[in-house]
Every structure is written in C-alpha cells, then in structure tokens.
C-alpha cells in the first residue's frame, strides 16, 4: 500500500509543501554567533568599557575618573608588584568562612521551621526582627565583642548571609505543591529525607536565589568593613587596599579595586553559580 494512502488528510497535506517550500533555513553566521549567551555577554562588557573610556577621556580628571585603560594598567601593576593578589585571596578566605557559617545555620533554623510549628514562628520572628538591620550597623558591636581580628567580620558576614538565604529557602520549602508533600510522607520518610529527597529539589530554584543573594550581600558587608577599620591581624583584604590608595590619592588603584571586585562578581555569578543552575534547575526542567 503507498504510505501516502495511509495519511490522514487533516493531519497531511502535499499542497502546503508545494506552496510553502522548505521550512527549514539554516542559520546565518550572525544568528549563530548570537545564540550563544558568552558571546553576547562580552558584548555587553566590551560595550560597558567602551562608554567607560569614552567618558573618562570626555571628563580629563585622572584624580576624579580614571580611563578604562588606566584602571586595567594599574590593575596588573598590582597584581604584580601591589600585592593585590594576596589582599584578595585574604578577603576570599574570611567570605568563605561567613558565607558557609551564615548558610549552616539557615539550613539549621529552615529544617526546624518547615518541620516543627515552633521552628516556623522562630525563624520567622527572628527574620522580623533581624533581616532589617544592616550588617554593617553591628560592626561596632562586634568590635567590642570579638576585637579587632577575623572573628568581628565573620560576625557581621554571618548575619549579612542568614536572613536572605533562610526566607528564600523558606519560600521555597512553603511553594512546594501538596501533591510532593504527600508523597513524601507516603514513603514515610523522615524529616530530614522528607527535607533532603522531597523539599530541596522541589524549592531549589528559590534556594538558588537565596544562595546569590547571600553571596552578593557577603562580599558588600566584607568590602564595607575593611574600609571601616581596615586591617586586622597585621594585614589587610581587598577593601582595605582600595581604602589606602584612597587615602595616597591613587585613584586608578581605586578602581583597579573595585575592578577586581566586579571581575569575582563575574567570574562567580557566570561560572558557579551557573554552573549550578544547569546541572540542577534547568536539567530538572524547571527553567527554561
């Protein structure tokens, strides 16, 4: 039997092909180079520096606005001869320790809170009271708690990461359909398999979210107090080399600083962080 006998003639039609050609068009060089999101992001950064340059040479004020070209001279003058590259690994290694103190104990309060009712009003009574405040407003207390050393900044670090990765967990824990949840309690699992196998995959999206944030409050509460009181210990992390060029009127050092902290927040966001979402997120479906 021909297989055009066997089509249907509301699912198949020859006369559209006829009219219509061939659907199917290869993509241009231009499409090509376009769909891949690493090109078009350096645009974007190419485009940025670009105005960035124009700018500064507009302006003509090397002590008010340093060319683009400058910053990223002075910013490999420091890594080579400044020391910049230990103040960072220095501030790197003090964040880390914040953020994943600050992420253990929102896991602790976000267990207890969508697992016991008193965890639930705990967490969210502390959040009420604490997530307002300004990591940085507690700096003078902690100095006179924890001294003037590595245990006054992971004190306000901690407290800068809680809050936003608890309420966004939290939420995410809370959107999780009733369906999931009977599920999980079908199997009769326990709290912590219902938390680990049902909640987190489920609500990842928002922990995502609150992993980010957490990360970005961090590293503003870091860079704000060293530029408070600086040096700790006998040396000093990345804000506090952007506070002594500022206090020696190197302003391309400056932001050469400030460069390096905007190269991290790249390199963070478009490699681990998205690193993470492919393998989790958008494997699972969740995000387009």
């Known amino acids: 039997m021909d297989d055009k006998s066997t089509h249907r003639p509301e699912f198949f039609n020859d006369s559209l092909s006829s009219v219509f050609g061939v659907t199917e068009v290869p993509l241009t060089l231009w499409e090509k180079i376009y769909s891949l999101e690493f090109i078009r992001k350096t645009f974007i950064l190419i485009f ?10 507009y302006l003509d004020n090397p002590l008010l606005f340093p060319t683009f070209s400058s910053t990223v001279a002075a910013f490999g003058d420091a890594i080579l001869y400044g020391g910049l590259l230990e103040k960072v690994l ?15 104990i929102a896991t602790i309060l976000t267990v207890a809170a969508i697992t016991t009712q008193i965890g639930n009003d705990f967490l969210e009574t502390l959040t009420s009271m604490f997530n307002p405040l300004p990591a940085i407003a507690l700096l003078p207390l902690a100095l006179i708690w924890f001294g003037l050393g590595y245990g006054s900044i992971i004190f306000v670090l901690i407290h800068a990461v809680l809050w936003p990765v608890a309420l966004n967990t939290h939420s995410g824990f809370l959107s999780v ?3 999931l949840r009977m599920v999980g309690k079908n199997y009769g ?3 912590f398999g219902y938390v680990a ?7 990842f999206p928002s922990i995502l979210s609150g992993l980010k944030i957490g990360w970005a409050f961090a590293w503003r509460t870091l860079i704000a107090a060293e530029l408070v009181f ?7 992390g990345l804000g506090w080399f952007i506070y002594e060029n500022k206090n020696l009127l190197e302003i391309p050092n400056v932001f050469a600083g400030l460069f390096t902290v905007i190269l991290i927040g790249l390199a963070v966001e478009n490699i681990i962080f998205k ?3 492919k393998k989790t997120i958008r494997k699972w479906g969740m995000q387009n």
Do not use: F, H, M, Q
Not at 90 to 104: D, E, P, Q
Not at 197 to 203: D, V, Y
Not at 230 to 236: K, L, M, N, R
């Open 48 to 57: 940025l520096a670009a105005i960035w340059e124009i700018y500064a040479r």
């Open 90 to 104: 220095y501030s790197l290694k003090i964040l880390l320790i914040g953020y994943l103190a600050g992420l253990v």
């Open 177 to 179: 359909s009733p369906t």
């Open 189 to 191: 699992l326990s709290n």
């Open 197 to 203: 196998k049902i909640l987190i995959p489920a609500g």
């Open 230 to 236: 600086g040096v700790s210990s006998g040396s000093g």
């Open 275 to 277: 690193t993470i979402e």
